[in-house]
T-cell receptor, first 112, second 112 residues
Framework: SQQGEEDPQALSIQEGENATMNCSYK?????LQWYRQNSGRGLVHLIL?????REKHSGRLRVTLDTSKKSSSLLITASRAADTASYFC????????????FGKGTKLTVNP | ETGVTQSPTHLIKTRGQQVTLRCSSQ?????VSWYQQALGQGPQFIFQ???????GRGNFPPRFSGLQFPNYSSELNVNALELDDSALYLC???????????FGQGTRLTVV
């Protein structure tokens, strides 16, 4: 069964706008990761945030984590057509092992 | 480009047949995980190998089995294929003890 649930399931925006995707999960975690997937191919690791961190930045990406609400958000600023992809959150359990539990993803479309 | 390669990229099999999928992990990575991704869903954890030993298994029947070799490459074997086994199979490698996983491009398996 899926651990996380991304929201919204689909998002369509114009180039230059910001895109925000949310993820909720059910159990305690060691860390939460965001991945991107283009056209049903391999997953690309975007960012990892640990349970003792609240916010993390990487280029145009900003991730927040609220462990009290068991939720995370991914913000992509100044979006580009090349950002069109599916985005998944994945949680790693308290052991910190590499077993990742994924949500169903948000399909982002950035229109030129 | 993650350095994780999977073969073949596409495969069509008949129900009841057996299939072997292969994965070469990134240099220096001693842990390999396999995931199944059905259309429109997030990846589901099948199992993980660490230094040639199975190190965790998801909710998949015994006809899903695997191997990890001394060079840390890996195989996923599925016996008695069923139509529902049609999916994208993803391999991810990582350094033991770290959570960041690097995924290959996947093998698209179609069972007819």
């Amino acid at each position: 069964s899926q651990q996380g649930e991304e929201d919204p399931q689909a998002l369509s925006i114009q180039e230059g706008e910001n895109a925000t995707m949310n993820c909720s999960y059910k159990t305690s975690i060691n860390n939460l990761q965001w991945y991107r997937q283009n056209s049903g191919r391999g997953l690309v690791h975007l960012i990892l945030i640990r349970s003792n961190e609240r916010e993390k930045h990487s280029g145009r990406l900003r991730v927040t984590l609220d462990t009290s609400k068991k939720s995370s958000s991914l913000l992509i600023t100044a979006s580009r057509a090349a950002d069109t992809a599916s985005y998944f959150c994945a949680t790693a359990g308290l052991s910190g092992s590499e077993k990742l539990v994924f949500g169903k993803g948000t399909k982002l479309t950035v229109n030129p | 480009e993650t350095g994780v390669t999977q073969s073949p990229t596409h495969l069509i099999k008949t129900r009841g047949q057996q299939v072997t999928l292969r994965c070469s992990s990134q240099s220096g990575h001693n842990t390999v995980s396999w995931y199944q991704q059905a259309l429109g869903q997030g990846p589901q954890f099948i199992f993980q190998y660490y230094r040639e030993e199975e190190n965790g298994r998801g909710n998949f029947p015994p006809r899903f089995s695997g191997l990890q070799f001394p060079n840390y490459s890996s195989e996923l074997n599925v016996n008695a294929l069923e139509l529902d086994d049609s999916a994208l199979y993803l391999c991810a490698s990582s350094v033991g003890g770290r959570a960041e996983a690097f995924f290959g491009q996947g093998t698209r398996l179609t069972v007819v």
